[in-house]
Every structure is written in C-alpha cells, then in structure tokens.
C-alpha cells in the first residue's frame, strides 16, 4: 500500500466514481463535513473534495468525485493501484451537528454522497432525520439503501419523474411545509449552488427555517491563503476554506457566488482540455491482443 | 418544361428525382428531421420528416419520396404533428432527455456557464452539444412538455480510447449519418450498424479501435451528427463560438477550405464549411490539430536578443531595438555572406516581400530547405535568415549571424542571435498559392500572441531600417496589389504528408497527434508494413 494509492474504484452511476485511497492520517482525524485536496499529478490542479467515510483502522477514506472538468477527468482514467500525487486534509471546519428534532438533508448530484456523514452523525445524536436526494432520473440516484440505514425517511425526487416524485429538491420540501404542514427544525443540504440557492430562498420565506448549506466554490491552497473560494456573508467576506464550507444559507450572497465567482476561470477550465490526451488505450488492447494470437 | 406541385396550398416548382423534402426545402417551407441532410443519401430514419400525401394510404417520408407532376402533399396538419410528436417522444425515450422537460429549462439556461465539461452526457446541462443541438430544436418546435414513455439509458461505456475522438453511443439515435458520410459519401466504411434489434449500435467490426477500423480520422461523422454522441476532444464545451472565420489550411499546399470557430479569442475548433462538410475529405491534421497548435502557451510572444549577462540567452527586446540590431548587423556583411531562407508555409505576400529583399540585400538565390542551406555553407554564407528551424543550423561552419523567425522556442533559437516572433496564419491575413495554380485567401481569425507580427511585416521593417526602397506599404492591399502587377511568384508546395509547420513537428505540439502517429507505426510495424508510412 503506497501513499495516496487507490485501492477501490468504482463507476456506480454515469460519471460518478467512487475511490478508497489509504491516507491513515487523514482517516484518523476527519470529522463528518470536512473535505480535502487532491492533486492528481505533479502539473494538475487542487481540487477539493468532501470526505464521505472513513476507516480510521484500516487507515483508508473514501470519497466521490464526479467526472466534470480536466482533473476530474484525469482521476476517471485512473485505476486501482494507481497513486494521487498529493492529497491534504481534513481541512475546513465540521458540519455543525447537534440534536435539533426534525432535520432534512438534501442532496443532488455530487452531494448525495456527501451528506452522508452527516446523516450518519445526526442520527447519532438522536435527530428524526428526513434525507430527499435527488437526481435527474432514476439511473443516476444512488445511495438509496444506505441511506435507509442512516435515516428515519428517505425520498427521491427526479426531474423527470422516473423514481420517487417528480421536480426537485425544493418542490418536495415546498409540499412538506405547505401541505403537510410538517415542522421542521433544521435543513443542511449539499449540491450545486443553484439547488442550494433555491432552497435558501424558499426556507427564507416560508418562516426563515434555520438551512445550511456546503458550499461549491473554486479553491487552490484551502488554507486561507489564496482568497480565491471568498463568498459575501453577511456583508462580510468569508473563505469557504477555513470558515466552512458549511454556512448559514440566508446569509450567503447566492448570486454573486454562481454568476460571478464560479465562472471566474471558465475560459482556462475548458481551453485545459484542449491539449488533454490520456494515455491511449487502444494500443496497449491492440499490442495486447496480438500478443495473446501469437501466443495461441 | 418544369414540373409543378403543391405543398400545403402553394403552388411549388421542381426538377426530376428530387424528393419532396428537397423541394420544400427550396419553397422555404419546414419539415423537422434528424437523419436527412443535403450531402447524404436519403435513409429514412428518424420518420420526422413524414408528409400528408392526397391520395396516400399511410404518412410517407418526404426524404425518400420522389416528387411526382401534380403531388398535393400538407406538411404540418394536427394530424401529422400528433403522429411526429409521438414519434419524437419515442427518440427521446432513448436519449438522456431530462433537461428537454425540466420544469426548471428556462432559469437553467441562464445560469449554467458550462461548469459540466467532461465524461458521459447526463443530460442538456452537460452536454457539449447543447448550443447546436438538432434534437433540442426540433423539441422546441414541437412543443415537447412531457415524455410518455419510460426513459431507457443503455448504460454503454464511453469510448474514448482513440485519438481526437470520444464517441458516446447512450446520445446516439441511430439516424446513420456517421455511416452514411463514412460509407457513401467518401467511401471508408470504418463504422457501421452493429448488432440486432435493441442492441443495435453504430460500431466498429469486430468492435475493434477505430485506430484499426481503416478510420482516418478526417471527422466527418462529427461534422454531421445531430446530437453530441460523436464529439472531438479538445474542441469541445465551448459553447456558441463568438464567431467564425472562413479561410485556408496552410498546413500543406491542399488549399482546403476551413471554417474556424473562436471563442475568447482563441480557436476553438476547426471544421468544413455545412455545404462542403461531408463531400471533401480532411486530414486529421487539419481537422483536429490546428486549436492546440495555435493556443500553445510557449507561443513566442516576444522579439529577443542573445546577450551575455550572466550566462548567454535570449533576452527580450522591444520591436525597434531587434530591427535595428538586426538590420546594422546584416549592413556588416557583404551581400555574398547573406543568405535567405523560406519557410514552404509563408503566405504569398510574406514570400514575395522576402524574396524582394533577398534581392537587394543578397547575391545568393533563396532556398527553401535543409539541402539549399548546405549548399549557401559550402557558398561561404556567414550570415542567414531563417523562417523555419532546422536541427541543421547547430551544426553549420562559419555561421555568424543567425536571424531567426519563429512561433515556437526552439532547438535553433540557441545558434540564433536574434530570434524574432511570428503569426501562425489564422492570425493573418493573406493569399495563398496552392497546387494547380490555385490561390486561396487566408483570413485573420484571431490576434496574435503578444507582439507576433507577420512575416512580411516584419521584413519590411528590416529593410526600411537598412533604408532600402519600396519597403513601405500602408496597408496588405497595396502591397496584394504589387504582387498583381509582378512577375509570377515561385511558391515552394508542401507535400500533404508533412508533419512540421514551419519547422515545429506537430508531434510536439499537439499530444493527441503524437499519439496518433505512435499508434499508427505501432499497428503498422506489427502488421509488417515498416515503421516509416503514417498515411495521413
């Protein structure tokens, strides 16, 4: 077992993978909401991740990355028994858990692993936990059996209808306060910024429900150095890194976060894939297959 | 004496053998379809494009219906468009549509920037495809809110262990325009339907790498598929290109027609023009290795100077001071030391106007390769000026002073003392002679990197530092204008089997090239057909 290597990779739904590197440092110390940084190779990227489980006796964490820019696509063309170049971490503070009453997670794409951990702590502590993931359709929800050891009721909603409701994270919790007149104490949800925006404005209305939200922003050192994963909060600037990534949803200024710091680099994120070539596997099929004709 | 029918009402004119869909398309009237296209053979796919014919007992094709003397065909009644929509929904059954009817379509539009650029297509948002997508109109056409049938998403891996292409079949919807373009149109017949009934897929035979399949890699199929299951990698996710440029590959003397896409100021990508697409064949070259070539972020941007001053390298220098230097160094020699050479890839004016001042300034006849410069050595040439780099000009005795234009750092900016930046040609304008005495125009697509400047420009700034005469031209027309009015130039052609630009390997500069080159040999070699012929 080298440092940093994979030990399991696996491709569960469409661009969603799921990899168990060895890091016992990290393993020993993570805390449910905290991420870490990957570098996949010397010349890549700092990427951050959220941690969704870890193993402090086998030393192992694992965490989900989904395939959607250069150094993601690096990592799906990796395999078992290959090694990151770095990864540092736990960083960020943890979520904040305590025994609330009735909480609700949210989760889509990506962070319907990542509200893993959370779900597990909360219902340590003794929370009714209600968890609604979604997804575009049925063939990209996962998690859906693991969640139900974790929580008192589980929901899907999918855009499209093909599982569970149809619609979206915040019809669904819409229904709950509106119709069902359910009273909710907390919600934490996890996803892209427009998911999580949408949710904020719509607990903001409905009474001002305490949210929180796990935030998605760019982000190169995570110590609090570089300023490029900065969010307006309250008027105040904050750093996703050292000050979250969990804040307090009303507060965050969502509009400046998605039209305005995230597409800060989109120019450099997709001319970095323009000279992006993976080692080519075909030769290696051919010379392989040519070997075994020989050989037969 | 032209025949006539009638499409819904209007009286259209028409000529023998051709189908009612190319005649409506004339009349301007709309039929929606996904597999026809005017540079392929009908095939009658998609069954979009059915028409509600007088007479007729069922809803025929109108792309494989010939137009008849008389015909009355309606081409949108309630009728018609409830059979196409169900049709449709059938298509989108077996295409990630989500997004398609997503109650969130519109907002969604707005505020994704393309943050999704890379692995399987999990819907609109995330597709490369999204800004062209011929599925996405026709949608809109037909209004489609709602999907009756359940969504299948056949879960196939995506393909991408070839160069330059990443083919993902879950997007396809089996039009075989790929196949069509592949097969008829240019006659290679790398892919084809594969496998029966449900399973049906476009593929290889015997599933083997396209490397192997006889595929060229001249992407077609990509120019020509409607939906993002064929994409090129690396000229992908950006979106609506702000704009596009008509011109001229000058990789080789070929002359074929290129439609460049920029975004950012950057190209992007490189594709035919729609009416040439599928009936001239590309080179991978030309097709796939031009925006990593041009974008090189070890672009010369900057005029330098060899100078000592803790050890000997190259150090910037503003425009004038490289041009005087160059030019009060080059006044030092007499015009039997000097010797120029031209790059094979320079446009016309660039050629002329070095050819104007080889004459003044040299008693040497210009060459245009490795061999003309060993002879201008064996000449006693102290002093050159090169538009290419060559391994060669390490090696050469008695060399002086090296005048050295380029886009790349090379191995010969170290012999050179002056290394001077130049445009690729999608950043010029300019004419190009190519084979069968044909000239084609070249158009300036993006700005140069840094300072680059184009070859003649540069020249006559050389020359008018020497104060040499007719040097000075306002503009490209003045100078187009000259060459009009000269003698014939003699162009050097470049063979369509180099691999350099200007003397920079693309092997080096473009990674999915060099992959393609080592591949090819691999294959070549096993198959024992020598290491040497990459046909390309």
């Known amino acids: 077992m080298s440092k940093f290597e994979i030990l399991k990779k696996e491709e569960f739904v469409p661009n969603f993978y799921k990899l168990d590197i060895a890091v016992p440092g990290i393993a020993k110390k993570a805390k449910a909401g905290q991420f870490i940084l990957v570098m996949v190779d010397k010349q890549s990227e700092k990427i951050p991740l959220t941690i969704l489980d870890w193993d402090e006796e086998k030393g192992t964490i694992s965490f989900i990355v989904q395939e959607l820019g250069l150094s993601t696509s690096k990592m799906a063309f990796m395999e078992e028994g290959d090694s990151f170049y770095s990864i540092v971490g736990p960083l960020g503070e943890p979520a904040y858990l305590e ?20 779900a597990k702590g909360l219902k340590a502590l003794g929370n009714y936990v209600i968890t609604i993931i979604e997804a575009k359709n049925e063939n990209l929800l996962y998690y859906e059996e693991e969640y139900k050891t974790v929580s008192d009721e589980v929901i899907l909603v999918t855009t499209d209808g093909s599982k569970g409701e149809r619609g979206h994270i915040y019809d669904v919790l819409d229904n709950m306060i509106e119709v069902q007149k359910r009273k909710i104490d907390h919600i934490k949800v996890i996803g892209c910024n427009v998911m999580m925006s949408k949710v904020s404005k719509l607990t903001k209305e409905k009474g001002a429900i305490p949210t929180y939200a796990t935030v998605t922003t760019i982000m190169v050192d995570g110590t609090g150095m570089c300023g490029s994963c900065r969010l307006s909060y309250d008027g105040k600037t904050k750093f996703a890194c050292v000050d979250g990534p969990e804040f307090d949803a009303h507060k965050i200024d969502w509009d400046e976060l998605i039209h305005v710091r995230n597409t800060s680099y989109i120019t450099e994120e997709t001319l970095g894939l323009q000279n992006f070539s993976p080692e080519c596997r075909s030769l290696a099929k051919y010379q392989e297959r040519t070997k075994e004709e020989e050989a037969s | ?29 709309y039929i929606p379809t996904l597999c026809a296209r005017p540079d392929l053979p009908s095939f009658g796919a998609c069954r979009l494009c059915i028409i509600d014919v007088e007479g007729a007992r069922t809803y025929p094709n109108s792309c494989t219906l010939p137009a008849r003397e008389g015909m009355v065909v309606r081409t949108a009644t309630p009728d018609l468009q409830a059979v196409r929509r169900n049709v449709f929904q059938l298509i989108l059954a077996e295409h990630p549509s989500y997004c398609i009817i997503c109650k969130e379509h519109d907002e969604c539009e707005k505020v994704r920037h393309g943050e999704y650029k890379a692995g399987r297509v999990i819907g609109c948002f995330t597709c490369s495809n999204k800004e062209i997508c011929e599925i996405r109109e026709i949608s809109e056409y037909l209004r489609i809110k709602e999907i009756r049938y359940p969504m299948l998403y056949k879960n196939l891996p995506l393909e991408r262990d070839d160069p330059f292409l990443v083919r993902d079949y879950n997007l396809c919807i089996l039009c075989a325009r790929c196949i069509r373009a592949c097969q008829d149109v240019l006659g290679y017949s790398a892919i084809d339907l594969t496998k029966r009934g449900h399973d049906t897929k476009v593929g290889t035979i015997s599933e083997v790498s396209h490397l192997e399949s006889g595929c060229v890699f001249c992407g077609h199929c990509i120019d020509v598929c409607p939906t993002g299951a064929l994409i090129a990698r690396g000229s992908t996710w950006f979106g609506k290109p702000d704009k596009s440029v008509t011109t001229t590959c000058n990789l080789c003397s070929h002359g074929c027609q290129m439609v460049i896409d920029v975004k950012w100021d950057k190209v992007v990508n490189v594709h035919p023009p729609y009416e040439l697409s599928a009936r001239r064949e590309y080179c991978v070259k030309g097709r796939f290795c031009i925006p990593a070539l041009v974008n090189g972020r070890d672009r010369l941007k900057y005029p330098t100077i060899k100078r000592k001053l803790i050890k000997e390298e190259q150090h910037p220098v503003s425009w004038d001071e490289a041009i005087s230097y160059t030019a009060e160094k080059l006044k030092s020699f007499k015009p039997e030391e000097i010797g120029i050479i031209i790059a094979p890839s320079l446009t016309d004016e660039s050629v002329f106007i070095l050819s104007k001042f080889a004459q003044k300034v040299s008693t040497n006849s210009i060459v245009y390769d490795e061999e003309g410069i060993m002879s201008l050595q064996s000449q006693g040439v102290k002093a050159y000026v090169t538009t290419f780099n060559s391994k060669i000009f390490s090696k050469l005795e008695g060399l002086e002073f090296l005048v050295l234009q380029d886009i790349y750092e090379s191995i010969t900016s170290e012999s050179a003392e002056v290394v001077l930046p130049t445009t690729v040609f999608t950043e010029e304008d300019g004419t190009k002679s190519g084979e069968e005495y044909m000239r084609y125009s070249i158009n300036k697509a993006v700005e140069p990197p840094g300072e680059a400047l184009p070859s003649w420009a540069i020249f006559c700034r050389i020359a008018q530092s020497m104060e040499l005469e007719g040097f000075s031209y306002n503009s490209i027309e003045e100078l187009k204008d000259e060459i009009m009015n000269s003698e014939p130039l003699d162009i050097p052609k ?6 350099e630009y200007m003397g920079i390997p693309l092997t080096e500069k473009v990674e999915e090239f060099r992959l393609y080159i080592t591949t090819k040999r691999a294959i070549n070699q096993s198959e024992g057909k020598g290491e040497v012929d990459v046909q390309i």
């Open chain 2, 494 to 499: 470049i063979s369509k089997q180099n691999l």
């Open chain 2, 1 to 29: 004496m032209s025949k006539w029918m009638n499409i819904n009402g209007r009286r259209v004119v028409f000529e023998e053998g051709e189908t009612v869909l190319e005649v409506a398309t004339k009349a301007g009237i």
């Open chain 1, 99 to 118: 025994n609330f009453g009735t909480v609700v997670l949210g989760g889509g794409c990506y962070g319907v692993g990542a509200v893993f951990p959370i």
